[in-house]
DNA sequence: CTGGGGAGAACGGTATACCGTTCCCGGAAT
DNA sequence: ATTCCGGGAACGGTATACCGTTCTCCCCAG
C-alpha cells in the first residue's frame, strides 16, 4: 500500500502539502502561516486552508498564537523529552493489548520488515519505522489508543526529519539496525506471552533514543 | 490567574453551547448535528458552528460521518473500557511525575479537596473529582500529557453524565467516598516516593471503575 | 406488503467579502 | 541612540452565497 491520498476535500490535500513542507524543513520553524498568503499560494480560499491549520495544529506540526495565527511549530529538546516519555508508556501497553491478534496474525508486520529491508534511503527506513510502530498501535484493538499515538506521530516525523537532515546517517547501517530489532520483536509477538512483548517494545524504544543523534545545539534555525 | 474564559470567539461559545448540550444528555446519541441547523438555533453563521464542531470532535462528543455530517456520539460499553485502560495507563505515570512538584505545593489539590467536601450534588462531585485528576496531569509537567488526557476528558464527562442520570447517585456516600480517597493522594505524595504515588493512583482508579454503576443495557436512547 | 427508483430537500465544501483587531515599522520626542 | 507613539497594512473572525453531493421519502412496480 502506498496511495493513502483519497482525499478529495481541498482542506485534506491543503494539509498534505503543509506537513509536507513543514516535516521536510522547507518552511522554516517560527514561520509564520498567514491563511491568505498560503491560501493564494495553494490556488485555494481560506476556508480549506483554515481546517487544515488546525488539523495540523492537532498533529503538533503547527502552534498558534493568542491572537489565533499560526506558526510552524519550533521544538526544543524539552519537547523531545515529552514524546519520548509518551511512547515510552504507550507502547508498552499497546503492545500487550495487540499480542494475542499479532501472535494469530503478524503479516502487516513482516510485510512492513520485508519493505524495510528494500529501503534505500534513512527518510524510507524511518517512515517504514513509524509504520511499523503504528501497526502495533492498530492491532492494540483500542481506537484510542491508536488516536493519542497518532497525534503524536507528526512531532514525531518532524524531529526525525530534522535529525537525519543534520546528521547525514548512514543508510545501511540504520535500515539492518532496524530490520533486526524489529525481527526480534515480531518473533517476541509469536512466541512469548503479553507482559514479554511489552518489556521489549520498552526496550526497543529506549534503544531508540540511545541511538538518535541528539544534541542540544540550537534549535535549528 | 482566575479566569480563563475570555472565549471571545463565536467558535468557543457555540462548542461551549453543544458541550453543554451533549453531557447534560439534551441533545439524544446519535442525533444529527446540521451545521446550518445549529447555526440557526445558536444564531451564528455556519463557519463558527464548523469550528465548535471539528472541537467537539476532538473531544470525542461528536462524531463525523463519511460524508462529513457530525453526530452526537453514541457509546458503547467497549469505549468505556478504553477510556478505563487510557486512565490506567496514564494517570499513574503522570502521578509519578509529578510526584516531586506535589510534594512541594499540594494547594491546588488541597483546595480541590475542599471544595469537594462542600459539594451538594453527585454533579458537582464529578466535576470537582476530574478536575482534581486533571491538576495531577497538569503538575506533571509533561504539557503533551495533559493535552492526551484532555481529549479523552469529554467522553469522561459525557460517560459520567449519563450514569449519574440513571442511577440516582447518593450525594452524601459519593462526596465522602471521593473526599477519603483524594485525601489519602494528597498524603501519599506528600510523604511518600513518586513509584509509591503511581501506584495508589492506579488503586484509586481501579477501585473508581468498582464502584461506577456499570450496566450493559441498551445504549440508552 | 415489499423492494427499487427517482425527485426534491437537506447538507456540507468552498469562494468571496467585510470588519475589527493586531502587528509592524517609521518618525518624533527624550 | 533609545523609547514611545501613531498610522497603515496585514491578518483572523465571521457572514453570506453558490454548487455538487447525499439523504430521504414517497410513489410505483412486483
Redesign the interface.
Known sequence: MQGSQASLSLADSAASVLREEIVRGLAAPGMLLAEAAVADRLGVSR?PVR?AL?SLE?EGLVEFSATGRAFVRELTPADFE??F??RL??EP?AAA?AAPALRLDASALERNLADTARAESVREVTALDLEFHELILAASG????L??WR??RGELDLWLGRLHRRHQSQTRATRDQTVEAHREIIDFFQTRPPAACSKLLRHHILGWREWLPLTQEEPLA
Chains 1, 2 share one sequence.
Open positions: 476556508v481546517e488546525f492537532r515529552e514524546l516519555t509518551l508508556t504507550l501497553l493489548l483500542n481506537a484510542r489508543l488516536k493519542l497525534s503524536l
